[in-house]
Each structure stands twice: as structure tokens, then as C-alpha cells.
């Protein structure tokens, strides 16, 4: 199971850390990602690392202002969200593979995100 938690409303250039929490599992040997989908609009790639080499890689639209990375101790990824914009506003999800795998298997309930101008 994963649960988000983190998001809120914050003005435009404020920044933001969700969190993703795993219960049952760890991270260990697996990716871990993050995704939104905005009102109307297709569910989106942002972020992923997976371990054990903690490599990244990002959607274009948030290089430079958002980062991924986890504590693999406490089973917990978070996305540290600086910069945001209006257009940034949309519920944003975490997921994660399966052992070893590259599908996205476990997803997160969502965590709602919404910035003013």
C-alpha cells in the first residue's frame, strides 16, 4: 500500500514536499515514481529513481524545479517540489514496480496540489 501526504495550497513560486509512504514493502529493488493528472487532462509523468542505483529521471516540463529521492529506511519517497506554478495545480500520485519490475503495479490514493497565482 502507498499513501501520499504533503500537499495543500501554496502560492506560485512556493514550493512544496509530498511524501509517499509504503507499508508492507520496502523500496529496495524497485522504482518508485510520481505522476499527476490535472482537471480534464491525461495522467502525467514526473519523476522516478529506483534502487538499488538511485538513478532519476524527470518529464521535462519539471526539470530544474522538482526532485525525487527516498529513505529507503523509512520505505518513504518524496518529491520536493520548488518554483511552483498555476499550472502545477493537479492531484499528484505516487507509484511504485514490482520487485524487480519496470510496470507500474502499487499506486497511492493521491495527494491534492493546488497553486495560486
Known amino acids: 500500500q502507498l499513501v501520499e501526504s504533503g500537499g495543500g495550497r501554496v502560492q506560485a513560486g512556493g514550493s512544496l514536499r509530498v511524501s509517499c509512504a509504503a507499508s508492507?514493502?520496502?523500496?529496495?529493488?524497485?522504482?518508485a515514481g510520481w505522476f499527476r493528472q490535472a482537471p480534464g487532462k491525461d495522467l502525467e509523468f514526473l519523476a522516478r529513481?529506483?534502487?538499488?542505483?538511485?538513478?532519476?529521471d524527470y518529464a521535462d516540463s519539471v526539470k530544474g524545479r522538482f526532485t525525487i529521492f527516498g529513505n529507503n529506511a523509512k520505505n518513504t519517497v518524496y518529491l520536493q517540489m520548488n518554483n511552483l506554478k498555476p499550472e502545477d495545480t493537479a492531484v499528484y500520485y505516487c507509484a511504485a514496480t514490482a520487485l524487480f519490475g519496470t510496470s507500474w503495479t502499487y499506486w497511492g490514493q493521491g495527494t491534492q496540489v493546488t497553486v495560486s497565482s
Open positions: 508492507g514493502r520496502t523500496f529496495s529493488n524497485r522504482g
Open positions: 529513481i529506483r534502487w538499488p542505483s538511485v538513478n532519476t
